[in-house]
C-alpha cells in the first residue's frame, strides 16, 4: 500500500483566515515532506519532517507552520495568506534519506 | 547543490511510436534519480527509480530508463505510447545530507502530447 491521503481537497480562503492542511500515510515511513506547486510548474520543496526532526525551506515564509503530531500525521497550518500563496499543496513520505518519496493527491488552495 | 535540466517543455507523439523523455542532472556525487508522472490537477505517481547497480532500471506503465554517469543522464523511454501516457513528467534528483532525508529538486517538466 503506498497511498498518502490528504485533506481538504479543496480550500479556498481569506487573508485573514487560519486554515490547516491535513496529510496522513501508513506505509510506516519516517521523513515526510510539503511542497507547493505553482500552474505550469514543478513541486518546490517547503519542509521536512524526518525522525520528529523539522528542516525548513528558508525561502518559505513564517506564514506557513507545519506540524507533525506523530510519524503518520503532518499538518501545515496556514495564518494571513497572500493570493500569490494560491496553489497546489503536495504532502510526500519516505522511508528517509535516498529512498524514493510518495505523493498524496495535493489540497488545491485558494486564497482570495 | 543539485540540479535537473529537462530540454524539452514539450514532446508531441503519435500513439504506438516510441518516446524518450530527456532528463540531465548535476550533482558531485552519484545521485537519487527518480522519474514521476502528474496528470491535471493531480498527485505525482513514481514512475521509476535509481539508487544504485544496473543503470537501466524498469519502471511501472512499460516505463524504463537508463543511468549514463558519463553524460549526467537519465532519460526515460517507452517502446509504445498509449493515449493514457498524455501528461507531465519530471525528473527528479535526491541528495543525501545527512540529516536523515532529503528533499527532491524537480526538472520543470516535460508535457507529453500523445496524436492519435
Known amino acids: 500500500d503506498t497511498e498518502v491521503t490528504q485533506t481538504p481537497k479543496h480550500l479556498v480562503m481569506g487573508m485573514t483566515n487560519k486554515k490547516s492542511l491535513k496529510c496522513e500515510q501508513h506505509m510506516g515511513h519516517r521523513a515526510m515532506y510539503w511542497y507547493k506547486q505553482k500552474a505550469k510548474k514543478p513541486p518546490e520543496l517547503m519542509f521536512v519532517y524526518s525522525y520528529e526532526k523539522l528542516s525548513i525551506n528558508e525561502s518559505v515564509p513564517s506564514r506557513f507552520s507545519p506540524e507533525c503530531p506523530n510519524s503518520s500525521l503532518l499538518n501545515l497550518h496556514l495564518h494571513a495568506l497572500q493570493p500569490e500563496d494560491s496553489a497546489l499543496y503536495l504532502c510526500?513520505?519516505?522511508?528517509?534519506?535516498?529512498?524514493?518519496?510518495?505523493f498524496g493527491p495535493g489540497t488545491r488552495l485558494t486564497v482570495l | 547543490a543539485q540540479s535537473v535540466t529537462q530540454p524539452d517543455i514539450h514532446i508531441t507523439v503519435s500513439e504506438g511510436a516510441s518516446l524518450e523523455l530527456r532528463c540531465n542532472y548535476s550533482y558531485g556525487a552519484t545521485p537519487y534519480l527518480f522519474w514521476y508522472v502528474q496528470s491535471p490537477g493531480q498527485g505525482l505517481q513514481l514512475l521509476l527509480k535509481?539508487?544504485?547497480?544496473?543503470?537501466l532500471v524498469q519502471g511501472i506503465k512499460g516505463f524504463e530508463a537508463e543511468f549514463k554517469r558519463s553524460q549526467s543522464s537519465f532519460n526515460l523511454r517507452k517502446p509504445s505510447v498509449h493515449w493514457s501516457d498524455a501528461a507531465e513528467y519530471f525528473c527528479?534528483?535526491?541528495?543525501?545530507?545527512?540529516?536523515?532525508?532529503?528533499?527532491?529538486?524537480f526538472g520543470k517538466g516535460t508535457h507529453l502530447i500523445i496524436q492519435p
Open positions: 510526500a513520505s519516505s522511508q528517509g534519506e535516498g529512498t524514493a518519496q510518495y
Open positions: 535509481y539508487f544504485s547497480g544496473d543503470t
Open positions: 527528479a534528483v535526491g541528495a543525501g545530507s545527512g540529516g536523515g532525508a532529503d528533499g527532491l529538486t
